[in-house]
């Protein structure tokens, strides 16, 4: 049986056919329009999944999308990184560009699922997802199955407070606050990422060089790396407190930092948990690098004419 898989990103958009297992037959990457905002976005959907409805015979479709959702109804609440989403009504849409049964979910709690089926969670009962991207999301899975609070509640963990000021997870640890901090960083040094983001010819994306000066003993680059680790290992910290997930998997782009990130939250997360708790979960990098949300959906799409 086919379905469609789509991811709806801050930066990017993934719509795939494939099976529930994960295979894909067809992809199809395209860069948001966030100019053009949510309307923009739907446009560029709209011209690849007809297509994909032709060359297959599609039987639902899963929908991962950047932001608060309505599991239930489809229902978009907003979102955080793209204008034009606002109460839209996703799963009416997408049913009725497709005609086939839709499901719509948080895009975290989607990659969650992924990772707990397909990915690094595969085998253990309780998965917590933590993305780092353009935003930071989290999804908890139990057991095959995806945790929800009360509507539109998510495991918002981008949003959770770092501290009484209101400085919030996000402004630490996504992919546009590393950026942030490493273009103040460098001003007057030397060393491989000073040297790197000089050379870029336009602003932003800085924390792709992070992973090379790391390997290059770049001092500047590992205290960045520490940094940004010891932080979302604070907000971890909460996490485990309450739900006590088997295992951890980061993903997102900063993910791709690789074991240097993944080293330092699992060297940082057990100073912020209790001694009964030690050493804590285990903490992995994704197992399916930029194809977690995709993979996800297709798993959500199929649970449908599964039920």
């Known amino acids: 049986m086919t379905h469609i898989g789509i991811e709806i990103g801050g930066t990017k958009i993934q719509i795939v056919a494939g099976g529930a297992d994960g295979t894909f037959l067809e992809r199809h990457r395209l860069a948001a329009d966030r100019a053009r905002g949510g309307a ?3 446009e560029q959907i709209a011209a690849v999944v007809p297509g994909l409805m032709a060359r297959h015979r599609i039987a639902s479709v899963g929908v991962g999308f950047g932001g608060p959702v309505d599991p239930k109804t489809g229902q978009i609440c907003c979102s ?17 560009l497709t005609g086939v049964p839709v499901a719509v979910e948080n895009d975290a709690n989607v990659a969650a699922l ?3 089926l397909r990915g690094a969670g595969q ?11 353009s935003g930071v999301g989290g999804g908890m899975v139990v057991n095959g199955r995806l945790y929800h609070g009360a ?17 919030i997870v996000e402004d630490a640890c996504s992919g546009w606050a590393v950026d942030r901090r490493i273009r103040a960083a460098v001003i007057g040094k030397d060393g491989l990422l000073a040297r790197a983001v000089e050379a870029q010819t336009t602003e932003g994306s800085e924390a792709r060089h992070l992973r090379a000066a790391v390997d290059d003993g770049d001092p500047l680059a590992q205290r960045i790396v520490k940094e940004v680790a010891d932080d979302l290992a604070f907000a971890l910290s909460h996490a485990v407190h309450l739900f006590h997930p088997e295992i951890i998997v980061v993903g997102g782009g900063l993910s791709l930092v690789g074991e240097p990130l993944r080293g330092a939250i699992a060297a940082a997360l057990p100073a912020y948990l209790m001694d009964a708790f030690h ?24 649970a449908i004419v599964a039920a």
Not at 123 to 133: A, E, K, L, S
């Open 40 to 42: 923009g976005i739907r």
């Open 80 to 96: 955080h990184q793209v204008p034009g989403w606002h109460d839209f009504p996703l799963g009416d849409w997408v049913r009725e």
């Open 114 to 116: 992924g990772e707990a």
């Open 123 to 133: 085998g253990f009962g309780c998965v917590f997802w933590i993305n780092m991207g």
């Open 151 to 167: 509507c539109p509640g998510e495991a918002e963990m981008g949003h959770l407070r770092l501290d009484r000021s209101g400085r």
């Open 279 to 302: 050493p804590g979960p285990r903490v992995a990098l994704a197992g399916l690098g930029e194809d977690s949300v995709p993979v996800g959906a297709l798993a959500l799409a199929a």
